[in-house]
């Protein structure tokens, strides 16, 4: 986040392969046309939970760090937000894909001047130890007024993290470039934009109904520039009751028809036990504390636009 179906339907699970096998520098990891890839997070906590709600693995797992700590990755960390800890993810869900959010606030002057190299260095070598896809969102929600990324330094920094992977021949990894979406939003987000080159994906968050309008233009931005889409973050804030959380998933798979989006990632947690979080409105948004949401979701993953293998898609 910002600071930083399963049981009775088989498992979601596709491995590697699926990717290495589609694999073209041009494709950027891009699923077969019409189809999309699900990732859960976004928490260990949260993302164990659902595998065991549900019964089965999923396309992809998201995991949280920092330019300034790199905290998380091979041992357990928690900053209030529950704890992230690929290590843990790696080996339980070994045929998963990895969506990392990469936090760089108050910290593009540092990365710019090569204080970070070093950090970058491991981060590239341990995403290229994984021997799966790494879709790497750096400096995620540009745009959002509380990350203070100003446009030429997040370029700068973004274009920095990219050529060194690129330079250390990091093959697994892809870049990217994650709007917020914010309401209040003044500037032209394509200021924050590092260039065609530099970007893999195009990604939204989507948090309320009110971004749904929003994320179709950014969509079709994406289409227009060649790129696939992504829902990078999803959960039903200030979505309280169960109807309202169903009328936030209707809106939600409907986004990802609309936008033909290539990748949806759905945080399933427990906001309000989370220190972070707690009091801000974003509630609880696990699927499986309710019979009917679960059954809505299951209903819908079950669909052909989900694939999850190389055959046909089911599992």
């Not at 019409?34 to 797992?61: H, M």
């Not at 260095?121 to 021997?131: D, E, H, I, Q, Y």
Request: net charge positive.
């Amino acid at each position: 986040m910002r600071s930083f179906a399963c049981a009775v339907f088989a498992c979601l699970c596709w491995s590697a392969a699926v990717f290495a096998g589609t694999m073209q520098k041009e494709k950027a990891f891009r699923p077969p046309e019409g189809k999309t890839w699900l990732f859960i997070g976004q928490n260990k906590e949260s993302i164990d939970a659902y595998a065991k709600a549900f019964d089965g693995k999923f396309s992809g797992v998201m995991l949280y760090t920092s330019i300034q700590e790199l905290s998380g990755l091979d041992s357990p960390a928690d900053h209030g937000a529950g704890v992230h800890y690929g290590a843990h993810l790696l080996k339980r869900y070994p045929e998963a894909a990895l969506q990392i959010g990469l936090y760089m606030v108050d910290a593009l002057d540092e990365v710019n001047r090569g204080e970070y190299d070093d950090h970058i260095v491991k981060l590239a070598r341990w995403a290229g130890s994984t021997k799966r896809p790494v879709f790497l969102r750096i400096g995620y929600e540009f745009d959002f007024s509380d990350n203070r990324y100003d446009p030429r330094q997040y370029q700068n920094a973004f274009r920095r993290i990219v050529d060194k992977f690129r330079s250390l021949k990091i093959e697994n990894a892809v870049f990217v470039w994650h709007s917020a979406l914010p309401p209040n939003r003044k500037a032209d987000m394509m200021a924050w934009y590092p260039g065609d080159e530099y970007v893999d994906w195009f990604a939204v968050s989507f948090f309320t109904v009110n971004q749904f309008k929003p994320a179709e233009e950014f969509a079709l931005l994406a289409k227009q520039r060649g790129k696939p889409f992504m829902i990078a973050e999803a959960t039903p804030f200030a979505a309280m009751s169960v109807r309202s959380k169903l009328d936030w998933l209707k809106k939600y798979f409907r986004l990802i028809e609309t936008t033909n989006a290539q990748a949806a990632c759905y945080i399933n947690t427990d906001w309000d036990s989370q220190p972070m979080f707690k009091g801000q409105g974003w509630g609880d948004s696990r699927l499986e504390r309710s019979a009917e949401l679960k059954e809505f979701w299951i209903s819908e993953i079950r669909k052909a636009r989900f694939v999850f293998d190389q055959g046909d898609g089911r599992k």
